[in-house]
Each structure stands twice: as C-alpha cells, then as structure tokens.
C-alpha cells in the first residue's frame, strides 16, 4: 500500500510533535520553513531532545521550494504563527492535497482576516480542520458522547477554565527568553491568553453546541493587558468572558496566562448531568460524570497521559478521516473560525465596556448597551 505523505509547515515546537506523530504511523513527512535557524533546531536540538534522536526519514526543506510539491502531499499540516495560517493555507490549497488541518487559533484578532479565512474554506473542496487537540483526548470524547445523548431542548451552563502561566509554553520554546520574543507576547498576533489559550472558548462553545446549535447571543468580557496596557499593544494576560446564548444556555469561559500550576478544567450543569473533566493534572486527565435522575449514578475515570500522545490522537483521527471512517469531534475550519470570532468579538467588548451581540452565521456583532 502507499504510503501516506504528510508536509508540515513550521519547525517549531508544534512542527516537532506533529512530525513524530506522522512517523508514529510510518508516514512521509517534509518539514518546510522560512528560517534555516529553525530547520537546524529541529535536526539538532528539538527532535532528539524530546523523542531520543533525530530521524533520518523526516526531510527538512526552505518553504521557498513548496510550490515544487504540487498533487504530492496527502496531508498538509499548518503549524507556524498564526497571522501567517491565512496566506499558507492559500499556498497549501494550491498544493492539492487530500486534507489540510491548520493549528489553532485560525486566525489572529482580524475582521478583515477573519472574513477572508471563511471565503477561502467555503470556496474549497478540500476538507480544512483545526489543531483544537483536546477535543481528541481520551477523556474529552468519554465526556462529549456522555452529554450527547442530552435531548436538544435541554439547557445547559458551562464553564471552562483553561489557565497556564507562560512557564509551560516557554518550557517547550528553549530559545526564547520571554513572549515578547515571538507572537506569543502580541495580542494582536493571535499570542496572548484569550488566543494563545482559545483551547477553553472551544471546549466550553463545543460542549454548549452538542446537539444544541443556537446562531445568536450576548457576551461580555473583562480583559487585563501585561502592564497595563491595552488592546492592541502587549498582550491580554488574563480574560474571562460570559456567553448567554438566545436559547438560554450560559458558558463562562476562563483563560490565562499567569496561573501555576494549570488549571484546565470543563464543569457542566444542567438538570439530568453534572460532569467535570479536568486536563492534565500531574500528567493526569480525569472525568466525574453524576447522572442526577438516576439515583445520583456516577462515573469516575482518570487517563494517564504525555504530552506526544495530544498529538498521536490527532493524527491517527486523520488517518481515519483519509481512510473514511469519517470524524466526530475534530474542530472543522468553520467551527475554528467561530471560535476566532468570538475571542475577536470578547476583544471588542472589553475595549468598548459594552456587551456585544453576536451572529455566529454571519460573524456580526453590535454593541446593545
Ligand atoms: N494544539 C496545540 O496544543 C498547540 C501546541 C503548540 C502550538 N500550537 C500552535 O501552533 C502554531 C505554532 O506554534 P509553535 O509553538 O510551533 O511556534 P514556534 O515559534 O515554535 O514555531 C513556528 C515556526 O514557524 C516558522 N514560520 C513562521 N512563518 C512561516 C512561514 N510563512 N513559512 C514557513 N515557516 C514559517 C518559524 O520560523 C518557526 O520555526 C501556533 O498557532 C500555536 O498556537 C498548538
């Protein structure tokens, strides 16, 4: 049989684990960037850092020579900073491949962009997912299918936390001294906590969406700024921000990056579950199930977990997708596009200290009051 063929744009540290997990499943892999530093990294420093030593199977390649590869990749995997997702998934189109997943958040804060991004997918025949990699957890898809079998006028509150100080990230980027030193420091680079950490806006939306769609709502936001600065300059560091869906479901969202240790946690409240599922404590994920309309019934269950199997899970999804035995929790181009909207629109709420209502069909926002 033919191998499969997966090219991974960016060396970085997304690059790294994407790459593993593709050789985990024996595939092709090219990894194209812009800068010879990072294509060094990752032979000498990265890779055999995390996974023991490098492989000589993994080809590294300068970007500039990607339109060399048309009709040759399956899988085209978008890791690099995210003002730079919209123009490679353009590239990445032009290649032809089977699937593309570009890394979260879609795009940066960026109407402009935002509305381009949706043309681009809508217009293309290829199917276009996003690296929103919890929802492939073991732990999220034991929760997810718990709470799908909610009748959909059920309602529901969510609340998410998703709070991790900088440490962690700059633990996995050696090479940088701060995040100032990437996007990470620049809110308006798609960095920052609402971005960077937008793993929490998604779990909360998708877990709301369940069976439960709903086009329109209110949300308003508090967003603090590094040093007391505002949006765009600097970074957010901390933001929490309360969704009222029209249908009457609540989610409060979270996210952070000061707190340590992380607290990544999921609550749901309606009136047959309540159900918790809490990400990565002391390399532990976990979930508590309580069924209230049957004797308070319950389920417990804790995964043990490292860090390279995030991302073994989500390549063995696309293997199934290529294989199609179809998906059911990977973040689709459109919905990871909501997700950027909505963190967009948190921004605009903050900065005006006005509740905003939102159109997740349209992407439309107004101010009411
Ligand atoms: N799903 C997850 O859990 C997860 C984890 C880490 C990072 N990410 C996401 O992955 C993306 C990249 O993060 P990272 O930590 O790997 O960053 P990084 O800084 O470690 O690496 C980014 C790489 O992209 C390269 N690059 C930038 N622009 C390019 C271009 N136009 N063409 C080719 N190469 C280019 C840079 O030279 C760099 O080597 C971000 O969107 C981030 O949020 C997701």
Known sequence: MKKIKAGIIGAGSIGNHLANSCRQLDW????????????????NTIYPSRYGKFDPQIKLVDVNFLQDYQNEFDVLL???????????????????PKLIMVEKPFVPPNLTILKEARQIIDDSSIPIYCG?????????????????????????KVVVNWLESWDGILKA?????????????YSNQGGGALFEHSHGIDLGVLTKMLNRKCKEGILSSIVRFHDGKVFPESYDEKVSINF???????????QDVVTLPAVKTVNFYN??????????????????????????RSLSLKFNKYRPSDFDLEIREINRIL???????????????????LSYVA??????????????????YEEIS
């Not at 890791?79 to 997702?85: C, E, F, V």
């Open 323 to 341: 294989k199609g035995e179809g998906q059911k929790f990977f973040a689709t181009a459109r919905e990871a596009l909501l997700i950027s909207f």
């Open 244 to 254: 009222q869906f029209e249908d009457g479901d609540e989610v409060n969202v979270t």
């Open 347 to 364: 921004f605009m709420s903050s900065v005006a200290k006005k509740k905003m209502k939102f159109n997740c069909e349209n992407l439309t």
């Open 28 to 43: 092709d892999v090219i990894v194209f960037d812009k800068d010879k530093n990072s294509l060094d990294r990752f032979r």
């Open 132 to 156: 929103y990699n919890h929802r492939l957890s073991y732990v999220a898809r034991v929760f997810l299918e718990h709470l799908e079998v909610l009748p959909s006028n059920s309602k529901r």
């Open 173 to 185: 980027h050696p090479w940088l001294n701060g995040p100032e030193d990437s996007y990470l420091g």
């Open 78 to 96: 978008i890791g690099t900073p995210p003002s730079s997702h919209l123009n490679l998934l353009k590239d990445a189109i032009n290649l032809n």
């Open 271 to 296: 009136e047959k579950f309540d159900a918790a599922m809490k990400f990565g404590i002391e390399n532990m994920d976990s979930i508590e199930i309580v069924n209230k309309e049957n004797s308070n």
